[in-house]
């Protein structure tokens, strides 16, 4: 077998999963946490010099066992590592038929995605994210945070700050307040879905599970209440956008421009040089990748979701019935 279980402590694993080059949260033992409230249980590998890793999350109906790993591979994999994963995957769970699925958060290589395929997989048809989104170079220091901001960008920005709109850091989030944030998106926006979001337990978990990692803001009007919250996990000298919402009131006075402004420069001051907006959809939500994008963020693709299952033939099968929600 190439692939073994991680036998550390989730400190080891994590102080892994940042030295591995991680970019987004999913990888860190605090997801897998979060998510074990939903039915999920993690299972930790390396390859034998601890050059390449994969924390799976995994759900087991009957014979079939399904494992979903969001921002894996970690590390730089061989064919021989990608062609055996699915396969010491089956033999570690003694499983009778196995199903694993993961998003690649590496930036898009037609190498990588070639590698990929040879080594067995496919690419998934019904993908459960996107592959684009905007990154965001934080690694000029806090004066120079503005200075890519687009004219209009900027020009929300100071109207925020005219129309007395302030933002800090929120060192005790308030979970109810995060929560009905988005309930409130939710209910101005058709297309939005805060799933786990909207519910106060959930983003508790969240608050509880990620601990220092997150970095949250909030923007309040001169009476102290909360317009808009946006939140980023820190993994190294990397940040990933993770929770946004804004109430009716904050839109009208570009509460969000004043939030997002504060966190860069709070993230940069953190000594963080990378930020990835968390994804775009320039063609369904062109509001939200204009915002991104006027903040300073270029575009960037993931490598994106592939699939294998053992036994082959299972595949196709288990995948159709996987419109199911993985979600993250």
Sequence with gaps: MIWRRFEGTEREWDDLVER?????????????????????????LTNGGSTAAVQLLIKSTGPLHIAWAPGAPLGEVTYEELRNLALDLS?????????????DHHQYETKRSELL???????????????????????????????????????????????EITAEVWSTPEAEIVAQLHRDVEQVKEQFHAEWRSDQESIQKVIDAFGERLIMVKAQDRDGGVLAVRAAIVIGANAFDFLA???????????????????????????????????????????????KHGAGGMDFSYCGEYEIAVPRFAKSVVSKLLSLRLSA
């Design 20 to 44: 591995l080059g991680a970019t987004t949260p999913f990888q860190l033992s605090a997801w897998a946490e979060f998510r074990e409230s939903s039915g999920w249980r993690s299972l930790r």
């Design 117 to 163: 395929v040879s080594a067995g997989w496919s690419k998934c048809s019904n993908a459960l994210g996107g592959t684009d989104t905007l990154v965001r170079p934080l690694h000029q220091g806090v004066q120079a945070v503005s200075d890519a901001y687009s004219s209009n960008w900027s020009r929300n920005l100071r109207r925020g700050i005219q129309r």
């Design 245 to 291: 919402a804004t109430s009716r009131d904050g839109r009208k006075n570009y509460a969000s421009n004043v939030a997002l402004d504060t966190l860069l420069t709070a993230l940069t001051a953190r000594s963080v040089t990378r930020y990835d907006f968390g994804g775009v959809d320039r063609a369904n939500n062109k509001g939200v990748f204009d915002f």
């Design 91 to 103: 033999r570690l769970l003694k499983s009778a038929v196995s199903y694993l699925r993961i998003a």
